[in-house]
């Protein structure tokens, strides 16, 4: 009996795959959303910055790398962030931190002007500023600091 039920499970979870596969070879094309977001910043998914693609935006901007290297836009520090970000601090910029995500082995520590900080096929790049109350927010980056960082020296 255990058996029978077995098969038949095994029977109805075939039924429910073969149903989700037939049943999605048609679907009905769902209407694209468009809307209409208050915040509007100048880089835009599209765009080319020192010959690369941006692939997103607002907030991290993403950017095809295509195994290229990031340099450091100024004089300063990489420090790590997580497993997958550091952050470049510049006496330059005392008020940002650029946090640069998907680059392989990241070379830590002090770091000159054009240095390589790291390379990889996607930067995940965000700008934050400094609060008075000391916390950080997500700020539009400057297309000249993302061309440093994109642009061999």
């Not at 077995?6 to 075939?14: D, R």
């Not at 039924?15 to 679907?27: E, Y």
């Not at 930067?123 to 297309?143: M, N, S």
Request: net charge neutral; hydrophobic share 40%.
């Amino acid at each position: 009996m255990v058996r029978i039920i077995g098969i038949e499970k095994c029977i109805g979870g075939l039924a429910i795959a073969l149903c989700t596969t037939a049943c999605s070879l048609n679907p009905s094309p769902e209407p694209m959303r468009q809307i209409q977001i208050q915040q509007n910043w100048a880089i835009k998914p599209g765009d080319r910055i020192a010959d690369h693609f941006v692939v997103a935006g607002l907030g991290d901007i993403s950017i095809r790398l295509g195994g290229d290297t990031a340099y450091a836009p100024f004089a300063g520090r990489v420090q790590p962030n997580s497993s997958e970000c550091v952050l470049f601090s510049s006496p330059d910029v005392p008020a940002y931190l650029f946090r640069l995500c998907g680059l392989s082995k990241p070379n830590l520590g002090e770091v000159q002007a054009g240095e390589a900080i790291g390379s990889g096929d996607y930067l995940y790049f965000a700008t934050l500023r400094k609060q008075p109350d000391g916390t950080w927010t997500i700020v539009e980056p400057a297309k000249d600091i993302l061309e440093r960082i994109l642009k061999s020296p």
